[in-house]
């Protein structure tokens, strides 16, 4: 039976009100519950003194967003209750009920939380900045649905910005160089390329390029992107792969059968592929370079495959949207949402709860070679 894919998106308030009138999808907006329990406690103690690197640079998309669509003219934003239900100050813009995978890859490396590039001020550049934007990726046009976004070329270009203010505070060029050598980035682009660009009808690509073409001009404009950052000085990079992203409540909410859409899977395989190669050719050209990859989606798969030993009763339904698993009509402005919130592996049509994310960055940041390799984040870290 063919795959019919429908629009896909993270919606705002207002997109989210006209997608609701269109799809004649009813939904009561309540004034959203306090939160059922305190948010968890910091993954390590930041009280500790400095982290085992000076800073955290971070490029990506809505999985890693904390903030960046907030004022740009964008159906992409998720800086409204029940966003943010669980994170210690409420909705940031990050599209969670609390923590991203970054946040807890911060924690353990013993940084603060690293702020968003559109808010973050004075000496806090220092240890970090956050340039993920909700609907960006790695071609430009990608997310063009949504109007404002930043692309990931964008997001470099904010990192050079971001490279002026640091030598205005360190010491000068030699300084910032030695500081951004021994940093981390971590770069967690691609979904977008796929879920708001090649299976969008009103792209062209899916009619110009076939699964493995598509997956190497990605990875080919990546190369050039991950190769700018080290031009720029960066030397540690952490690449995260896709997840099996035909098994999200929105894409599950287009099939009849309750079961993942191994179209969509296997759509995705030839980019996880080509970037393992990318990394290993990335680390044998570039001089200094040390690359890793992370894997999400093996991290996931253990997800599903000890879904009770991790706490999980529900995998394919969000914890808060509207219509069939929850994925049809994203999470919407004081909605209420689930109250068993670690119990569910998806927040929302899209993303992960905040339980998974802490999960993926432990073994992320400590895990074997199944999910990490060649080596892991602590390893990463550690290297001089």
């Given at each position: ?150 692309p990931f070329d964008q997001q ?133 370079a040390k690359f890793i990859y ?74 074997d070679r199944t999910v990490a ?12």
């Amino acid at each position: 039976m063919a795959f019919h894919f429908r629009q896909l998106c993270f919606s705002s308030a207002l997109l989210a009100v006209v997608i609701q009138l269109l799809h004649g999808v009813s939904g009561q907006l309540v004034v959203v519950e306090e939160p059922i329990s305190a948010p968890p406690p910091p993954l390590v103690d930041l009280n500790g003194g400095d982290g085992i690197v000076p800073a955290l640079f971070i490029f990506g998309d809505s999985l890693i967003d904390n903030g960046n669509n907030n004022n740009i003219p964008s159906f992409a934003k998720a800086n409204y209750f029940p966003y943010g239900i669980d994170f210690n100050g409420g909705p940031t813009g990050r599209f969670c009920n609390g923590l991203t995978m970054v946040d807890g890859i911060a924690q353990l490396l013993g940084l603060p939380l690293i702020p968003a590039y559109s808010e973050a001020t004075g000496d806090q550049v220092l240890r970090g900045v956050n340039y993920a934007s909700a609907a960006a990726g790695i071609l430009p046009d990608t997310g063009g649905n949504f109007v404002g976004r930043i692309p990931f070329d964008q997001q470099i270009h904010n990192f050079e910005t971001t490279l002026d203010q640091i030598a205005g505070k360190s010491g000068g060029a030699v300084a910032v160089a030695d500081s951004v050598a021994r940093s981390l980035f971590f770069i967690g682009m691609g979904s977008n390329d796929y879920l708001n660009n090649y299976l969008m009808p009103n792209f062209p690509t899916r009619s110009q390029f076939n699964s493995q073409q598509f997956g190497d001009l990605l990875v080919q404009q990546y190369t050039n992107q991950l190769t700018r950052l080290y031009n720029l000085g960066g030397r540690k990079f952490v690449v995260a792969g896709l997840g099996r992203m035909g098994c999200i409540p929105s894409i599950l909410a287009q099939g009849n059968d309750g079961k993942c859409s191994e179209e969509v899977n296997q759509l995705v395989l030839p980019f996880n592929t080509n970037v393992k190669t990318m990394i290993s050719n990335l680390n044998q050209n570039l001089p200094d370079a040390k690359f890793i990859y992370l894997d999400i989606a093996q991290m996931l798969e253990d997800i599903v495959a000890n879904q009770a030993a991790y706490g999980f009763t529900t995998m394919d339904k969000g914890c808060c949207g509207i219509g069939k698993n929850r994925g049809q009509i994203t999470c919407l402005p004081f909605e209420t949402p689930c109250a068993n919130r670690d119990q569910y592996v998806f927040w929302d049509a899209f993303h992960p709860t905040e339980k998974v994310n802490l999960i993926m960055a432990k073994k992320a940041f400590a895990g074997d070679r199944t999910v990490a390799y060649p080596i892991n984040i602590q390893e990463l870290a550690s290297l001089n």
